[in-house]
């Protein structure tokens, strides 16, 4: 089946260049494809699901590495700064890769109609990690596909695949870690709760306990938990996205580096300009000068 999708995903991409990503007529659709191994991607990673079809790629969250290839796909169910990198590709099998965002609302209606209960506290929920994608899940990429050459049904079919996808992702061998990302009275959802707070305070002086409190966990229980889930400290989290915030500022508002690292919350230039080198590898002018010619690839998943 992977090779059915494969096929199906080069119907579309097959006169683009060697390293894209195509958008869609559905937004939250696209298809990247790569001809060869790429450096890595710095972004905020949604709610989604990355399918390989052919090749292989890998992800960063914090210092978790997940390696996934043909038959596999990649599920992010929260908001989380990471790295990513095309790791398997040739001009003759290039790296394919169906990416969709997943819609937590309606993962969370119909995780609360099946009779299936979240880890336990004592596990680990992970905000991330790698599944088989094959049997059911593969056709549903196959027929999502395919229903992109067909704009007339869209409306109609994609918000059935969409919830079969999520049925099937539920009934699944993660299914369970899933419905600690969704159930309202699961013990992730309050530290989702604070890592959106974080989130939208992220420019702000932001005080692990008071994040704690909106989880309603001691502040080192909260530390624990949220690291667990995201692969990061509040503190690096709330570094990686004012990082991310500032380097899409510059590269696609053209703001300089020092009004960009005050817009994001640094009181200090200098502490910025570190902080930045050591994420991506360059200092500001000199990092945002290298991929200003690929910063729409670079950018197209990313948000803050």
């Known amino acids: ?17 060697g390293i894209a990503h195509f958008r869609t007529p559905l937004g939250e659709v696209a298809i990247m494809r790569s001809d060869r191994p790429k450096p890595p991607t710095h972004m905020v990673s949604r709610p989604s699901m990355c399918v390989v079809a052919q090749g292989a790629k890998w992800a960063t969250f914090g210092g978790e590495r997940l390696e996934y290839k043909e038959g ?34 309606v993962m969370r209606e119909i995780a609360e109609g099946l009779n299936i209960q979240p880890a336990p506290r004592r596990g680990r929920t992970r905000g991330s990690f790698v599944a088989d994608f094959d049997g059911p899940l593969m056709d ?30 539920l009934t699944g061998s ?15 959802r309050r530290i989702l709760e604070a890592v959106q707070d974080l989130r939208n305070r992220f420019r702000e002086t932001v005080r692990v306990a008071e994040l704690a409190a909106v989880a309603q966990l001691s502040p080192t229980a909260f530390h624990r938990q949220f690291k667990a ?14 990082l991310l915030e500032a380097r899409r500022l510059m590269i696609s508002e053209g703001i300089k580096a020092e009004s960009a690292a005050y817009r994001v919350g640094y009181e200090s230039a200098s502490q910025f300009s570190r ?30």
């Open 174 to 188: 993660q299914g369970r870690e899933i419905m600690g990302l969704c159930l309202s009275a699961s013990p992730s």
């Open 72 to 105: 596999e796909a990649l599920v992010v169910g929260l908001a989380t700064p990471s790295v990513g990198r095309v790791s398997k590709a040739s001009p003759e099998a290039p790296c394919l890769v169906l990416a969709f965002e997943l819609d937590l609302a």
């Open 229 to 242: 889930l995201t692969s990061l400290t509040p503190g690096q989290y709330q570094k990686q996205l004012r």
């Open 1 to 17: 089946m992977a090779s059915e999708l494969a096929k199906a995903l080069l119907h579309h991409v097959a006169d683009g260049p």
């Open 275 to 304: 902080e930045y080198a050591r994420m991506f590898g360059a200092p500001p002018r000199r990092e945002t000068a290298r991929i200003t010619e690929t910063a729409s690839a670079e950018l197209a998943f990313a948000e803050v």
């Open 140 to 169: 549903c990429a196959v027929r999502l596909t395919r229903l992109l050459g067909r704009p007339e049904a869209m409306p109609t079919l994609y918000p059935l695949l969409m919830r079969e996808i999520c049925y099937w992702l």
